[in-house]
């Protein structure tokens, strides 16, 4: 498969790449820094580019059969207005229906949309302080995925690190097992090379722990 990954020069974008790689696809990474990927393949290829350009993406999406959206915020941003997700979101779903493409996997995380209600009491005020404005835009990013028609997959990871990949985690697709925990950025990067192929999960935004 032909496969674009928006923010793929670092954390979850960059290993979703490497392992779509091992696992045989054709890999278009698109990245403001796209240049300084540390990833040579005769399948990789590099487009620097912003994912709040329509212009960048336009061009980013021509002959991919999937789009995989890694967008991250910086520590420093967490305490101003974020719009990123929603934004890049809105075009980039323009794009894909501009080009006929259907299927979209993203990565929100634990507490975005719906999931917020399986938060406990005692995470909820630090939650809400420290990440309440970047989970309020994943919260609408989530809304215009699950409204766009699209063949889209959401992945909802706990807490990451940076630990190994292990293939040992848990798929929380029910609401009444969501729950916090950690999971590695290799392991959630595993999930969405899967999801490439497998249909499983469409139309589903399940939480990932180990």
């Known amino acids: 498969m032909r496969v674009l990954i928006c923010g793929a020069s670092k954390g979850i974008g960059l290993e979703t790449a490497r392992q779509a790689l091992d696992a045989g696809h054709d890999v278009r990474a698109l990245a403001r820094s796209a ?82 209600a399986g938060i406990s009491c005692l995470q909820r005020v630090p939650f809400q302080i420290f990440l309440g404005r970047a ?38 697709s029910e609401p009444s097992q969501w729950r916090n925990g950690v999971i590695s950025r290799a392991n959630v990067a595993e999930f969405l090379v899967q999801q490439i192929k497998d249909e499983a999960y469409v139309g589903k935004a399940p939480v990932l722990i180990n």
Not at 52 to 73: F, N, P, R, S
Not at 164 to 170: F, N, V
């Open 35 to 116: 240049n300084a990927i540390a990833v040579s393949h005769s399948s990789f290829e590099k487009i620097q580019g912003n994912s709040l350009k329509i212009e960048d993406v336009e061009a980013a999406v021509v002959g991919v059969d999937v789009v995989i959206q890694t967008l991250g915020v910086g520590l420093g941003e967490l305490f101003q207005p974020i719009n990123l997700f929603s934004d890049a979101t809105r075009i980039v779903i323009s794009a894909m229906k501009k080009e006929g493409i259907k299927r979209l996997l993203c990565v929100t995380g634990f507490g975005a949309g719906d999931s917020q």
């Open 135 to 172: 989970y309020g835009d994943k919260t609408l990013q989530e809304k215009l995925i699950k409204e766009s028609g699209l063949d889209w997959t959401i992945a909802r990871p706990g807490v990451l690190t940076n630990g190994p990949h292990t293939g040992r985690y848990q798929i929380l």
